[in-house]
């Protein structure tokens, strides 16, 4: 084995971990001591300093690969949580991670299967085309002819889970702005437990892919015979990443076509079938140059009931219409409530004293696309931004106590379609989420993809 490929051997064994743990620490805490003498000598520059801790970070994490790189992926999109430094860099574990060496690879699948890759599949890549956070995916050929993708959970991943929580909240819990970031935290260590869980995956793909009724939208068919407890296998989808995408040069047609599909279709599972892909990191996303689009990694999978979908129905209509008592019952429905609101008499209090300082002005901004026939994102460039300056003005604010588990899926969702239509400086029609539920609009919508 090469040095090179045992460099990138995963650090499955406690030693190996806590080696990288020690290690990362350490230089976080030499920079950081820097930084404060700096400060006392009135030579900081809290930027770059703040940069080379996140790079720091980030290596380290990369290194562990695992649920400490997943929870950078999902933390790089809280933008409103983190330093901008802290953002970029944790923003690269969208697309990269050190893969496993071949040795590696082979033995997972041997371990699964109790056969070689080779006496499995008529044709496989060892080295890998694509490597996420919990696990890595390699192009293969089955003895049908079909091309496939095959996604293989880094070893020992789950037995590194308790390790992974800890070694966040050392490198990245400081860094965060709240209080409030305790109950995100809690319920990002929920969804990890579903994450890992490739059977779910399998079963929501399955699912999706029935579910979803338009042509133009690509799922990947799942292969049962080639999945198991720690691998899973899909039709290969052989389309554009968002930055490939925009740089073929598309028309201002296409794109507007696309990411009208994407938040028809997203609406659509949201509103329709009551539960919706919740990771809407920008590789999760296919487009081509038909207009066609395509979902992945279907392992974030959120639900709403009835009484959830009805009632943020409710609210986005209360704040269109300015109606501050449908607005307050809303949140009351949906159970708006933390450690410091542990009462409906509290809730109502502190909604009156601070509704229209905290909350207001972002629940206003999250309403303006709806304001107009179309929302034009050339003409809006910086709305994202506003609604990040918006939430991290309430976040700043120590009186800012409130947090809903079940929204906080639907708003990132939302939130991170926006900035991919940001952009791709699209315009699209953003229908009011009622209009979805209708069972009548199931033709129209056809008729639009």
Known sequence: ??????????????????????????????????HRVKR??????IQQDRKKMA???????????????????????EKELLPVEFQEELAQAHYQAPTLNRAIVRKAIQNEFGATPEQIFMQFDTQAFAAASLGQVHQATLHSGEKVA????????????????????TMILPWMKNTIVSHLFHEMKNMMQEELDYQHELA??????????FQVVKIPKVYPDYCGHTIITTSLLQGHHLDAFLARSPSQATINRIAQRLYNTVMYCCFHLRKFHADPNPGNYMF?????????????????????????????????????????????????????????????????????????????????PLQDETFDLKKHPH????????????????????FNASLMYFDRTWIGLFRIFEKMGAEIKVRNPAYFQ???ILKEIEDEM
């Open 150 to 169: 095959v996604k293989i959970q880094y070893p020992g991943i789950e037995r590194s889970v308790q390790t992974d929580l800890r070694i966040i909240e």
């Open 1 to 34: 084995m090469s040095k090179k490929d045992d460099a990138t051997s995963l650090p499955n064994h406690p030693l190996s971990r806590g080696k990288i743990i020690a290690k990362t620490i350490t230089r976080l805490g030499t920079q950081y001591a820097g």
């Open 204 to 213: 929501q793909t399955q699912s999706f892919a029935k579910l979803i009724p």
């Open 55 to 77: 790079t720091t970070t980030f290596e380290g994490l990369s290194q562990l690969k695992g649920i400490a790189l997943k929870f950078a992926q999902l933390l790089s999109m």
């Open 383 to 402: 709305f994202c931004n506003r609604g990040s300056q918006l939430f991290r003005n309430a976040m700043a604010n120590p009186k800012f106590k409130i």
């Open 288 to 368: 081509w140059d038909n207009g066609d689009i395509g979902i992945l990694d279907f392992g974030c999978i959120k639900r709403f009931d009835t009484q959830q979908a009805d009632t943020l129905i409710q609210m986005w209509n209360a704040v269109h219409t300015g109606d501050f008592a449908q607005i307050k019952q809303a949140y009351a429905d949906f159970g708006y409530a933390n450690s410091h609101l542990q009462s409906k008499e509290d809730f109502h209090r502190y909604f009156d004293a601070h509704y229209e300082q905290l909350i207001a002005p972002f629940d206003q901004w999250m309403s303006e």
């Open 438 to 440: 209708n069972q009548q």
């Open 40 to 45: 006392v000598l009135g030579q900081s520059n």
